[in-house]
């Protein structure tokens, strides 16, 4: 039996939303009990795989602290460890909803080849902002180091 190619491209965007749901509930849960682990004699290691790898912070070190910090309130703490913490929460609560939503049985525009096609456009221009920006940090601290 042969499946329709718009179905399985829709059964894989819907295992796309499924699988952003999964993993932000989860960055935003750890984020969240982070602290209760700490006071608990926990310290799990660092996040931040540019940090392990190259003892150079990203422009996302101190991210899944500072989301704990606004999810207690804790607004100046949060901007203190990241100034981007409030723009990439907002961002993180709207990415669940909107994937929570495209889950939603009878929500038509989670079929929406069109809105698959936009929705990997723009995050593929904020990996490449990412990238680019991780890319000029680095170079700026290579370069403060040698001069």
């Given amino acids: ?12 965007y819907q295992q ?30 660092s996040t931040c795989v540019s940090i392990t790898l190259f003892g150079i912070p990203c422009p996302l070190c101190g991210l899944t602290r500072a989301f704990g910090f606004l999810m207690r309130g804790d607004v100046s703490q949060a901007v203190s460890l990241n100034i981007l913490s409030v723009p990439a929460f907002c961002l993180a609560v709207i990415e ?30 904020i990996l490449v902002c990412y990238i680019g920006y991780s890319l000029a940090l680095a170079i700026s601290q290579l370069a403060s180091a040698l001069f």
């Fill in 16 to 45: 796309i939303n499924v699988a952003a749901v999964v993993i932000l509930a989860a960055g935003l849960a750890f984020s969240y009990l982070l602290p209760v682990l700490k006071q608990a004699g926990i310290n799990p290691p």
């Fill in 1 to 12: 039996m042969k499946t329709h190619p718009a179905h399985n491209s829709s059964h894989s």
């Fill in 96 to 125: 669940l909803l909107f994937r929570t939503i495209a889950l939603t049985p009878g929500a038509g525009f989670a079929r929406s080849e069109r809105l698959f096609r936009v929705d990997m456009r723009i995050h593929l221009v």
